[in-house]
Antibody, heavy 119, light 109 residues
Framework: EVQLVESGGGQVKPGGSLRLSCAASGFIFRNYNMNWVRQASGKGLEWVSSISSSSLNRYYSDSVEGRFTISRDNAKNSLFLQMNSLRVDDTALYYC????????????WGQGVLVTVSS | SYVLTQPPSVSVAPGKTATIACGGN??????VHWYQQKSGQAPVLVVQ???DRPSGVSERFSGSNSGNTATLTITRVEVGDEADYYCQVWSSSGGDEWVFGGGTKLTVL
């Protein structure tokens, strides 16, 4: 069974930094592309970033480009999101999600981790 | 960037058929995926690649895609189908991006 467990969230002041982690199990991590998707309270889903299985390709939404960095450690079955220069509108529940290589969908999701940016 | 448009809400009586539209410029040329998100839960993929059901998803869920509109259809709607539904595509115009529709709240009356 696929399991994705996010951690690292919390409250931070505007301009601050956080590093999210996603621990994966139940599947061959190195064979999957990985993604971060966020959802502000009461709002819809918003794609944040994606990374290919080998880390060769990384993609970012315009709203986080230049501030967030996605990475992964295939030896430790882990996905990361380094978030710098955080803004109030980055406040959201951040989900980790898998994508089978060669597809553009999100087939498994974690339960999410809350990031709150507030002064 | 590419935009997907969904109605904010759809209401349907139990046992009836619900249809949720997802509009986008020539969306028929893209592969559309649909997610169900129940209150307080993570999203779940219910339709992939326009019309395929992932393993374990009820056959009551189906999809279609043509022209400028993709559609999610739920037949014999149950109270347990009440949720937010999101369409999603990948677009390469102007750079790779994964795009979600704004979501549709399905209310089972």
């Amino acid at each position: 069974e696929v399991q994705l467990v996010e951690s690292g969230g919390g409250q931070v002041k505007p301009g601050g930094s956080l590093r999210l982690s996603c621990a994966a199990s139940g599947f061959i991590f190195r064979n999957y592309n990985m993604n971060w998707v966020r959802q502000a309270s009461g709002k819809g889903l918003e794609w944040v970033s994606s990374i290919s299985s080998s880390s060769l390709n990384r993609y970012y939404s315009d709203s986080v480009e230049g501030r967030f960095t996605i990475s992964r450690d295939n030896a430790k079955n882990s996905l990361f999101l380094q978030m710098n220069s955080l803004r109030v509108d980055d406040t959201a529940l951040y989900y980790c999600a898998t994508s089978i290589t060669g597809t553009t969908l999100f087939d498994s999701w974690g339960q999410g981790v809350l990031v709150t940016v507030s002064s | 960037s590419y935009v997907l448009t969904q109605p904010p809400s759809v209401s349907v009586a139990p046992g009836k058929t619900a249809t949720i539209a997802c509009g986008g410029n020539n969306i028929g040329g893209k592969s559309v995926h649909w997610y169900q998100q129940k209150s307080g839960q993570a999203p779940v993929l219910v339709v992939q690649h326009d019309s395929d059901r992932p393993s374990g998803v009820s056959e009551r869920f189906s999809g279609s895609n043509s022209g400028n509109t993709a559609t999610l259809t739920i037949t014999r709607v149950e109270v347990g189908d009440e949720a937010d539904y999101y369409c999603q595509v990948w677009s390469s115009s102007g750079g790779d991006e994964w795009v979600f529709g704004g979501g549709t709240k399905l209310t089972v009356l």
